[in-house]
Structures are given as C-alpha cells and as structure tokens.
C-alpha cells in the first residue's frame, strides 16, 4: 500500500514518508505483535501496555511494507497479488524518488533523510539489498537515463561523493589516501554555506559507476582504519551528487546537489537519573543526532509562528552539512523507517513524534546558477567587448598596433581559460573511468575466485556491511594476521588481531585452522588451541571480535541459506556457550512465544553487550589499564520487597586486576564508557604511528576505565515482616543472595515486638487478628546480630561491609556502621521503629512484604555509606517513626530545642505514665481473674447454675483457640522460611551432570522438610481444633 497525503500547506515543506518493516527474527521469535495500522496516510500506533489509547498521525506518504508480500524468482519483494497493499522497493521509487529526480533536473537542490531506530529498514529503503534496489541506486539509474534522454538539448555533468560522520569526524570513503586524523574539515564560505575541504568528488557517466562506487565506499565503511568492528548504526552515511547542466543555447547552467543521508541509528540513551555517568557530558556519542532533533524542533517551531532566537546549525557537523536541507534552499523528504513490533513501541512512537515535527519545516528552495558559468559568461562578454575594440582599431590603422597586440594576448589568455573551464570535466572523468575499469577488473576477479576457491567472509553487526569482505584461502598454507610482510599472508585488522595470529592450511580440498600462541580463535562459540578441521558455513570469531562465515569449495556450497548466520546468530551461539539463553534467562517451561518480552531485552542486551565487553577488555589489556570487564546478569526480584522474581538487568563488572578493586557499571553507562575507551585506543594508535603529536598522559579523573571508588551492592536478603502483625518476635539467619544467585553471607536478623520503652512482649501479647493492631501504636525492634562468611571478604581481607535497609514508607535508608577485615563481623545493631497509629497500609505491608537487607561491599580508599537524617520522623526517645500516612497527629520531624517539642516530650510522660498505670491494671485484673477461674473450676461440677456458667465458659473456649491460633501462626513462620529457602534454591552454573543430580537431591529434601513442616502445622491446628470442638460440645452437654 502506498497512500499519498493530502497536499502540505506551502511548496517547500519537507515530505515526511513513513514505511514499516516486516518482523525480523528477534520479533518473530518473541513472538511479537504488531502495534502499526495504516489507513490511507494515517498511521496508528497501538501501546502494547494500554490498548485504550492508540495514537494517529498524518503524512505525506505511508508505506506499508510488512507484510502481503512475497519473494519473486529474481529475488525481488513484490505484492502477494497485483495491486496489494504490499510497498515495493518500486513504488516507494515512484513517490519519492522520481520528486527528487524532477527537482535536481530542474536546478533545485534535493535532500533525502532516512531516520529510524537500528535496525528499522533505514538502508533497506536508501540503498537496498541485493535485487532490492533502494532509492539511491535506482535514483542514480533515472538519472543517467534523463541525461541520455536530453543529451540534445544540454550537457551534463555529474560528481559523486560518499561519506561518512562518526564521532563528530568526517571521512571520505572514496578517498584512496591515508585517513587524516581528526577526519576532513568542514569549512564556511559565503557562496557555498558548509561544504566538507577536499571531499573527493569522482566525474560519473553511468550507474554501474555510481553503484560501484558505492561498493567501494562500503568496503571502507566496513574495513576502515578504525580497529572497531564498524558498526553504522552509530554514524551517518552521505551520498552527495552534484549535478550541473549546462544549457548552451540558453547560456545557463544549473547546478543542483542532491544529499542522500542514511542516518545513524535513533535510539535514544535511557540512563536513569541516578546513574547518569560522571564522564557523559564530555561524549559526542550521537551529538550530530541530537542537534538534528533540536534543529527539526526549533524549525518546527518557526513554522507554526514561534519566536525562535536561535537554530543551533553550528552544534554539530551534520547540521551544518544539512543546513541547506534544513530550513533552507533545498526540496526535502524524509523516510522514517518503523519495526511493527511491540517491544519496539517506544522507538517507533519517538520516530513518530520526530517525523511529525519534521513535516512543518518550510524550505525556502530557488533554482542555481553556477558560478563558473558565470565566469565563462563573463569573459565571453569580455572577449565580445575586446573583439569590438580590436576592430575599432583596424579602422584607425597602424598607430594602435601596440594596444592591438596586447588586446590579442588578452583574447587568447581568455579563450584558453573557457576553454580550460569546459575540458576540465572531460579530462576528470576519463581519469575516473580508468579508475572505474581497474576497480571493474577487480571485482570481476574476485568474483572469479568465489567460484574457484574457499573463503571467508566478514560478517557484521550491520547488515548493509556484512560479506563485503571475501578473504580466499587458496592451496596451501596462509597466515592471518595482522602483518602483510609475505606473499603468502592474508592481511586483517581488528581488535586482539596479533600479528601472526592463525595459520589456514588448504590441502587436498580439505582446510584446516591452526590458532598461534597467545592469539584467540573460536570456532562455532567454542575457542580452539589446536588445529581444527573447518566445515562450510563454520563461524569464526578472531581476536576479540572479527566475525567470518567460513565458505567452503563451490562443491559443497549446494543450495543452502547463508543469511540466517548473522551477527546476533554468532553471539548468540557464545553466549549459549557460556550457558547463557533464553531457557536459562527465564522459567524454562515458558515456551519462547510466550518468552515475556523484558527478558527477551535482557538476553539481547547480553548479546549485544557480549562482543562489546570483548573489545574493552582488549582495549584495556593494550593500554595497560589493568582492568577487566564481565557481563552480569543482575536479578533486580533481590532488592523488591515482594520478591518478585521476574525482572533482570544486564551490568558490567569492572575489576583492577592488581588490587582486586571492583565497580559495577549499568548497561548505559558501559556503552557510554565503551565508546570513549574507543576514542582514545584510536588516539593511542594515531600517536604511535607518529601521526600526532604524543600527548600528556590522560588525568585519571578523565579515564573512562576509571572511576572513584564506591560502595558495591553485594546481595541482599529478605526478612519477612509478617510476623510483626501478629505481635511474634522472630528470629532468622537469613542468606544474604548476590545478584546471580550466589550466596555472599549469612546474616542473623531479629523482628521483636516491644513496648514503646523498649521491652520484648511475650507471648501474652500475641495477636489473633492483625487488625486489631488498627490505628493503635506499634513499636518493633530489628536487631541485627552477626555477619557469617562474607564471601566478599573471604576475597580480599582488605575490604568492610555495611547493612542498609528502609523500613516501610522512610525516608531515607539507614546503614549499619562499617566493619572492616572480617569474614565474621559481629553487628550488633537494634534499630526501634514506631508507627504511632498503625495504618491499613502498613498493616498490609507487614502481611505481605519483606523488609530488603541490603549487604553493600566496601574497599578501601571509599566512603562508608552515611544514614542521613533529612525528613527522618524520630519519638523524643530515638525511635523511628514509620507510617507517616496514620502518623499525622502526633508525630513530628525532631526539633530537639523547639518548644513544641518541649511540651509535646511532657505530654508523652503524662502518656507514659498512665499507660504504665493502665499496665499495672491490666495485671491486676488478670490475677482477679486467674482467682475466679479457679473458684469457677472448683464449682462446675455443680448443677443448676447453668445460666451463669454458659456465658463465664464462652472466654474460657476463646483463649483455647487463641492459644492454638498462635501455635499455628508461629508454625507457619518456619513454613514460610522454608518455603523461600525453596524459592531461592538453584543448581549453580557451572553444574555438571552429577552437580545437577546433587540439587535434585537437595531439592528433594527440602520439598520433603516443606511438606511436612505443612502437614503438621495444619494436623495440630486441626487437632487443637477438634479438641476444643469436643470439649465445648461436651461442655454443653452437660450444661444442656
Ligand atoms: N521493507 C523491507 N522489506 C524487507 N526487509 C526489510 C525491509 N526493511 C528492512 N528490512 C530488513 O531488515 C534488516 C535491517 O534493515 P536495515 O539494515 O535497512 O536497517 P537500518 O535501519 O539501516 O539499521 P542500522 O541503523 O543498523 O544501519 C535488513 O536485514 C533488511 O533486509
Ligand atoms: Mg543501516
């Protein structure tokens, strides 16, 4: 379906197309939902969390291109049916590129902006895969066709240029010199605006050219002197073609530039405001995508009359080189590439939202006149006037014959110059023609050997780069490495490539790979240390992490599908490696459709991280920064009071070898940290080519591998508070879990009921019904005892822990003071707490939750964790006061000196102490009691008082069931700890056949304790129960 809007307001307003993608193989395999309707040009997008609320919006064009297609013989995506709503590569054409073609043939300057998320079908749609061909191919093909079409009526030129902006810096992907550091500048001139100072611009007649060229850029796109694994989802790639028509009846020339811009891909950074990181302000990390977003909003705001001061072209170098697109003398369309998918709801909504402000911006685009023509022009109308003279002169005879001769150099000075300004061109693209059949035979070449020889090919994390590089690994024996000092080396660079790094023997039609001392070879997620036969369609991972798809002789190739060994397959056959799936990510009964979609990101953070931290921990290693990375995967149910167990997180570890110092980095602030590591490893590598000048070495506090020291989140444990409703002390030695399971420590931890002073309650005091605790006050203490086996210090005994917790609703947590150098630290802590009346929501709190005893890890050099006390609610006798929604009468924040304090502490003694009057009561009027039981004992045997006695017996039944309600209560505390104690039990990672058969065991003997602590639990409330039943029936029989 391809759906034209109504005509935008205004000739020059950008175009904004909108085209969705059918479902990738991530998608497929979480089964995921399509949230992206079309209707004519409206597109509604559906919140997969909310399905009240679908959000609609307008366009010039939307594309429907996921689904209703299928797969010609040719390999082309075309309609299921004639005429279905499938939008072909074709179509898309239609609309938008042949506008663009139109504009450029008139003089107009033309722009094609391509946004959306990393894989969203940005290049698909630009430039296309295979047979598909994308906009800028088929562009190209028009074009040369116009040209032919109107070779009669003018001449043409065009120049094609391809590059790209990484990291604020521009390269050339055409340029055959080496790379200048800091990239090519980009200058201002007051004719020209921003232009890039010697770009290289190659003279094109045809689009084979145009399409190998393109090649060629790609290559360097793929294999540049960057020792990264070239990822364009991080830089932008522009195709500049200029086009000059120079219509010689009409003496004019037009002259248009036509950018295609394949942008980096969209998503944004989310790092929570609590771990925003100390080095983030100094990164450019998607600076030019960001200043494209403020330019698109201030432009936006322009159009709908807002008084905007300043259009921030200036902040980066891609809005400078758009500046004309944006705003300005150029026709614009942008195509915002859409996933269906649900778990991309967020990405997709935030393209929409950026296409829409995109399609107020009004351009201002007029048709150019070439300034050489200009000059050709002028000094045509110079030689006119000179001509005129010289034969004004011939009339007036000899006397002029000096002025004659000097009027003739000048004639022929100028007819060389137009002459020189005309053949120019000529001469530029004979040169790039020879160029072109060399690059021709090449490639013919290379596609000779495919059929003739093994090989591998590169595979990347970026479709449009992968299999651009064909390594042949012909009879023989080769080395592979980084050095190309024999004839007999095949050449590669990347991260942890050694100079010598494998050895590749080919013999009798069979290859072997042999991995060289020091130097790391995987071979289908597996590493390897001797020589290895390979198999067509083995993966290789050398170094850190070049990635090959090995190819075996033609004759075994057959008929099968390559495409399925993409980067995330390679990654993914790691990680199950090292045991990491999406199985072992979540409940393994869960089958992958009904995988829930956050840990589906999870399991793709990891493999998207995996390769990354690969490449720091090499990076680290060359720059000797003695530190190194590992992936966790954080299970976030540890700091819920709930203990829910579903959600996780990806962390990265960082620990300095040397002092077994530790941090632990969010995802965001790796990726962050990753991308400055790369930056100054390239730095590194610049000076020691003795490129620049070496520089001072970097302050620490500018390191991206370094970082202050601060307390670590080793593990937390779970008190259960339930207890506390019923008035029980409680008593526990609570494991103390890491992140990934482990046990860090045994923590001893008390919950005791008290009295406001302080005293333990006793059993007396035991509660039936939680809710009588309703609006009353409660005082508890938790008391934490000892610290047994703390892994972290077993580690390094140089390093202390602390306790933090928060009780309820408190402000603020509290941390039990540091204690340093022992595995067995006693704590001895007793913290009071008091809610002044109990509300219904601490109730349900204490019935329902745990409170999270969180074990922080410190080292030395870091600053103890501090209870701060700010907004902290404390009773005139220290006791922290929780609760602040039943608080709101008596409570107050701690003033110590104020006179409201002063009263209020007196007022609390009045209280003091006629609740202690009230106490003494209490024990008076149970010892009256006792006394009358024992009368009434003695007397019922009795008859003829039954009156009396049924409703003095009726107490007597209640504090029996009381008694075996609290048995029970008390019971079911140790059924819950073993019940957690269950939840918690895990067979370790590393787990061999008789490890698991061991959990099994163990499993089995706790299931077994479970139970039985149950049964009895239940089978001696029943019996209590019954015996209170019978008695009573008994009771009443005899009184009936
Ligand atoms: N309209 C489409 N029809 C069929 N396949 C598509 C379509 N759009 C994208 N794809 C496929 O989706 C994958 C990702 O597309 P593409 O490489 O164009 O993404 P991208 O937006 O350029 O990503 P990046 O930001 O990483 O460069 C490719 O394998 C491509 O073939
Ligand atoms: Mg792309």
Redesign the pocket.
Known sequence: MRAKGAEMPGKDCVKVAV?V??F?KRERDAGGRCIISMASSIITIQDPRNSQSPRSFCFDYAYW?HSG?TRDCSGL?VPEEPGGRYADQGSVFQDLGEGILENALQGYNATLL?Y???????????VG?GP?KGLVPTLCDKLFQAIRANQDSRQCQVFFSMLEIYNEQVVDLLSRGSRSPGGLRVREEQQRGFYVEALRRVPCDSAPQVEQLMEQGTRMRTTATTHMNAN??RSHMLIILQLKQIFSEESITKQSNINLV?L??SERQRVSGSEADRLKEGTAINLSLTTLGNVISALADVAVGKKVVHIPYRDSVLTKLLQSALGGNSRTVMIA?LSPADICYEESISTLRYAERAKRIQNRAVVNESPTERLVKELKAENARLLQRLSRLGQEGRRAEDETKELRRLLTHNELQIRAIQTLWEQHLQEALKDWEQQYATITQERRMMQMHPYILNIN????LSGVVKLFIQEGEWDIGLSDSSPRSISIRGLGIQERHAVFINVQRRVYLTPLAGSNVIVNGTPISQKTELQHLDRLILGSNSTYLFIGYPSERGGDDWSRYDYDYFQSELAAAEGINLHSLCDSSAVPSQTDPSLLAVFYDYIKLMPMVAEANQMSQELHKGVEFKLEIKNLALSDSKGHDLEKEIAVRVTSLENKQVWLWSKAKFVNRKFLMEELYQQHHTERKGEGAARAPMPRDRDPFWDPLEPLLLGSAHLWLQSLAFRIALEEQLEVLGSEGTEEAILQAQLLPCSHTGLTLGEDDILIDPSELLGKRLDFQLVLDQCCGLRWVQQARNRGVQIGFRMFDSAQPLYTPAVWHNVNPLLDQRVHFTSLHTSQGLLEHLQTSALVLELWGLQEGCRDLVSSLEGVRMTPEGCFIIDHAGATETATTVDPGSELSCSLRALQQDVEELRNTNAALKTENNTLRDQLNTTRTGAEWGRGRSERRGSSLRPSCDAEFARALKVFYHSMTSVRVQLQRLRRHRPSEESDLLGLRLFVDEQGGLLRDFSELLEQSVSSLKQDVAAIVRRKRERSGIWS
């Open positions: 085209r993608r059918p990738n291109s297609f995506y391509a959306g998320q990393t894989g969203s079908g940005k290049s698909y749609s630009m895969y598909n364009s989802s394949d980096a891909g590439a994390e970026d479709t449009q």
